[in-house]
């Protein structure tokens, strides 16, 4: 009886371990919230510095991102400059060393 005990929750627990592992390895272990702050914090340090040397207030108001597929994610990065809002159209691809980002205007 006890036997058939540890043997049922240690087949409960290799399938907990399967489903956890299929699941971060679909996007290569990154969260898309983890990701979203990542690409946030790079695309500001790109922005400040331009912004800064152009005379421009600028700041991030919000960024969404949503997995395409694969190692593709699209997203949505609005921000206020100068007072202005604007929206812009954000690109992400991810693999084992990294991301790249994409604003397509």
Known sequence: MVKQNVIKKMKILFIL???LLLAT?????VSTSGLTEEVRNDINESFKSQAKSEGINYQIKDLILVHKGGNEYDGILKTIEDGEEF???VVVNVDEEGFIWKINN
Request: aromatic residues 10%.
């Open 17 to 19: 371990l399967i489903t």
């Open 25 to 29: 390895s679909c996007n290569n272990g």
């Open 87 to 89: 929206s812009y159209e």
